[in-house]
């Protein structure tokens, strides 16, 4: 399982990183900026999953501080607004599936900053090369260049 952090700031700039090692605390690189109508898919699918208020979140808790799980993982997700802060926490053991609301929302941040949990997946493909002959510009290059 791959670690990955999203950040969504309310400009709409995305930023996503997957280094091994980085903390919660760490700012990955920015990715792009999401449209408003994404930062409202994004608003809309927390309101969905009933994380758009505080009314549902954990106690709200420094990450830093949150034991790191010895076999499995941690899911933690903040969310700012209204000038108002919660969050919402989940461990998991490496046999247990992730929380469908969790699951949801981290494959939506995926989607949107062109990321993928699959292992070894190189976003680049050789282009394919064909050879046409002799190089064209070498009548060119013929003869001493002053």
Not at 40 to 69: C, E, H, Y
Request: aromatic share 12%.
């Amino acid at each position: 399982m791959k670690s990955s952090r999203f950040v969504v700031f309310p400009n709409g700039a995305l930023h996503h990183g997957d280094e091994p090692g980085w903390g919660p605390n760490t700012l990955p690189g920015r990715v792009r900026v999401l449209s408003r109508e994404q930062i409202s898919t994004i608003w809309n699918r927390l309101d969905q999953m009933g994380m758009s208020t505080p009314a549902r979140a954990d106690k709200t808790v420094n990450f830093q501080m949150l034991p790191r799980p010895n076999n499995g993982s941690v899911y933690m997700i903040a969310v700012h607004g209204n000038s108002a802060y919660w969050n919402y926490v989940r461990y998991i053991s490496e046999d247990q599936v992730a929380d469908p609301a969790f699951k949801n929302l981290i494959r939506l941040l995926s989607v949107y900053a062109w990321a993928t949990d699959l292992p070894n997946i190189e976003g680049y493909e050789e282009p394919i090369r064909y050879n046409l002959g002799g190089n064209p510009y070498e009548k060119y290059l013929e003869g001493d260049v002053q």
